[in-house]
């Protein structure tokens, strides 16, 4: 291990970025929590789905902040559970991806996730553990203090390949046509809506990952981490 982490990690970047691998990994080379704020939006999206009222609309809300949603942060077996149900795999499936970008531009929806994010983030930093925290909000929002802020980028071309070849490798059509319209739209989506709108933090470290490894991006942010005295 490269000794343990203190205090929050901040991931941002759009999608297919890899975001969620090297956070889970650098989270589990330092002893840390990991919290996918993705899965978070994904699970209440498809709650609002199943059932059935416009994710853009007021009932979306009121299905969203009633539905109960738990993370488990592990990094060696994260989960996500609505009502009870283990639904990872439902909410990486194209329903859920054609919808989140609407239920997550409702600012009730945000609130109520920021806050459970920050609850969550607060367990797993008491008595002076630490936790990588990814998404699009973290440093800019949800833990403007966080002592490390990283923000991912690669070309939309290199993402929605990534995407497509995650997709394929869970067994869901990916092809890269299709793959590239929904990474643009969503991009598009994420930038652009009024409440914490998609965007690097003015003390973010971005990082280009076009030409970059998954071990690569990793070792760079084990540098971070140490320099930064955030391991011990
Ligand atoms: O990281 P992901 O692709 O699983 O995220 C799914 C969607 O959730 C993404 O399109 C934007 C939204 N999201 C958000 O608005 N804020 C976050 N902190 C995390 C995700």
Sequence with gaps: MAGRLHGVVAMDGPSGTGKS????????????????????????TLAVLRAGVDPTGPDAVAVAVAAELESVTDPAAPAIRLDGEDVEAEIRGPEVTGAVSAVSAQPAVREALVARQRGLIGAAESGGGGIVVEGRDIGSVVVPHAPLKVY???????????????????GRAGDTVTVLADVRRRDRLDSSRKTSPLHAAADAVVLDTDALSVDDVLDALLCFVVERGLVR
């Design 21 to 44: 691998t090297v956070s889970r990994r650098l989270a589990t080379a330092c002893g840390a929590a990991y919290l996918d704020t993705g899965a978070m939006y994904r699970a209440l």
């Design 152 to 170: 991912l980028t690669a070309s939309e071309e290199v993402r929605a390949a990534r995407r497509g070849a995650q997709d394929r490798k869970a």
